[in-house]
């Protein structure tokens, strides 16, 4: 017999919708949403019951950037798939979308081995890829087409920063956009200005400064809103709409504002730590600012706020984590040099919690909103609505049983993602995340884990959007398969 649960009594909230209901699950899926089915067989006979009186019932959160094990200036992050993952489900993410990075000089298909190989039968949630592109040229060309259609990755991401390493220049971008578009894929975007960042830097180290405070300098709002800009021209150029991630501050929100004038369309992510932090971290004492070394870096109060007024200005669609943690010790390989030390933070467990309380409890974002930049427009503009991304007959049954009235702190010592800081060590979070299923299985219950790693399922993507191939054209599955 399949599996059922029945959750009543909760309120459901989507990005659209708030109401009471009762939630019947069969399976993996959603099977009935109505008003009280607790009183009406089969759903009353349900193998499991969930009373959800006073909680809120949202979609699974999707964080849409992570990086877990990724090998990054002479490290390793140090989440692995399954620590990673399993930190985003207690702290209400189900699925998320890591990055895969081509090796210089290699396939792309390769590139997306090696990160099958980590996530595959270790993931503990579910997860998808974007491909990061770092060498674009005729072989890698030849592969986009088989990425999209058979391997179920429509996004790509190119670095305009990190030069030297990950960098690539104007004509590869505009190359790679026009290759992908042709299959439904996009082009997304680490929008800062490499060469001035590498200028300054250099600058920065020959007058001696070191410290962690000129790593933020080294990075000004200019060099992330010059590249946004020539990033969103080159798509307009050649009529292709884009996405940028980790958009920081007020001059980029502009210039994404100004792009809207000419009707381009941009899909634009920011990310919890610049919500909720600004660069006076990097005045703490010592070394202390080096756990929000992070690129971009943390910018001022107003950005904050630009943010904030962005999302409700339907201008920023998500809000990701970046999760990219490094322990100390790994902090500490920049002690003598600011542009040495890891870039990256540990967040995963913590956005969706901070998003509710910081957004929703301040009167900042709307409750439907929350859903949205959480979860369902991620789930949209990257192939995986409507399986994903909302609570509706025949989506998944990936929800979050969230108890609004709970207060609780964070800290290193309760978190679950394998760092040995919190970011948020002392935060007081309104809301919590009682309960939560991935595909109709409880996952975590009041702070006990109920599946093991292997359970998280890699997502296949459907095209971004609709291609640009005629229908007779269109190979390939069913959008968006499991497995
Ligand atoms: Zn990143």
Redesign the pocket.
Known sequence: MTHSVLIKNGTIVTAADSYQADVYIKGEAVHTIGKNLNALPPFNQANKIIDATGCYLFPGGIDP?T?MELPFMGTYSSDSFESGTLAGLYGGTTTIID?AIQAQGKSLNAGLDEWHRKADGQAVGDYAFHLAVTDFNEQTQAEVQEVIQKRGVSSFKIFMAYKGALMVDDLQIARLMAETARFGGMVIA?TENGDMVANNVAQLLTEGHTGVKYHGLSRPPICEAEAAGRFMDLAHHGEHECYI??LTCEESLNRVRKATQRNQRVFVETCIQYLMFNDSQYELPGFEGAKWIFSPPLRKAKDQEALWHGMNQNLIHTVAT?H?PFCLDQKRMGEQDFSKIPNGAPGIENRFELMYSEGVEKGRISLNKFVDVTSTAAAKIFGMFPRKGTIAVGSDADIVIFDPTVEHTYSVENQHMNCDYSAYEGWRVKGKCRTVLLRGTVAIDEGKTLINKGFGKYIHRAPVMEPLLSESQKTGDTPCQIG
């Open positions: 950037h990086h990055f680490h991630v980790h970046d990219c």
